[in-house]
C-alpha cells in the first residue's frame, strides 16, 4: 500500500499493527500518570528491528483525561532518500486514535502518518 503524505511524498507501508490503549488494565482509571506511563512504554513489535521511531503526543488534555482508545504503529518506507547516496528512507510511526469499526487500514494509516514531516523524522538507509 502506498500514502502520499501532505509534503507530496510516497511512502509504502511495510506492517502495521494495532492494539487498545487501555488493553490489559484490571484496575484503576486512566489518570494523567498512567496515561504518560502507557504513552512511554507504547512501542512497534521488535520483529521490525530496530528503526528510527516517530511518536505522535497526545495533547495535553487527553494525558490528564483519557487518550484515544487505539494505538497504531506503521512501518513505512520511501524509495528516495532523503539525503543522496541512499538508496531510501524509513520511518516507524506510532499515533493513539478512534476505535478502527467500520474503517479501512489504508484510512487509519492515512490519517494517523499523513502530515508528518518525512525529512526531519525518516532515516536514509542503505541495502
Known amino acids: 500500500m502506498e500514502i502520499e503524505l501532505d509534503s507530496g511524498r510516497i511512502v509504502f507501508v511495510e506492517n502495521f499493527e494495532m492494539g487498545y490503549t487501555y488493553g490489559g488494565l484490571i484496575e484503576g482509571f486512566p489518570d494523567e500518570g498512567m496515561n504518560k506511563d502507557i504513552f512511554e512504554r507504547c512501542s512497534y513489535p521488535s520483529n521490525w528491528g530496530k528503526r528510527?521511531?516517530?511518536?505522535?503526543?497526545?495533547?495535553?488534555?487527553?494525558?490528564?483525561?483519557?487518550?484515544?482508545?487505539?494505538?497504531?504503529?506503521?512501518?513505512?518506507?520511501?524509495?528516495d532518500p532523503i539525503n543522496q547516496g541512499y538508496h531510501g528512507s524509513e520511518l516507524v510511526v506510532i499515533w493513539f486514535g478512534e476505535n478502527p469499526k467500520g474503517k479501512t487500514i489504508e484510512s487509519i494509516i492515512e490519517e494517523g502518518v499523513i502530515s508528518i514531516d518525512w525529512e526531519a523524522n525518516a532515516e536514509d538507509f542503505m541495502y
Open 52 to 79: 528510527k521511531t516517530l511518536k505522535i503526543r497526545p495533547s495535553d488534555e487527553e494525558f490528564q483525561n483519557e487518550l484515544n482508545p487505539a494505538y497504531y504503529s506503521a512501518m513505512l518506507t520511501s524509495d
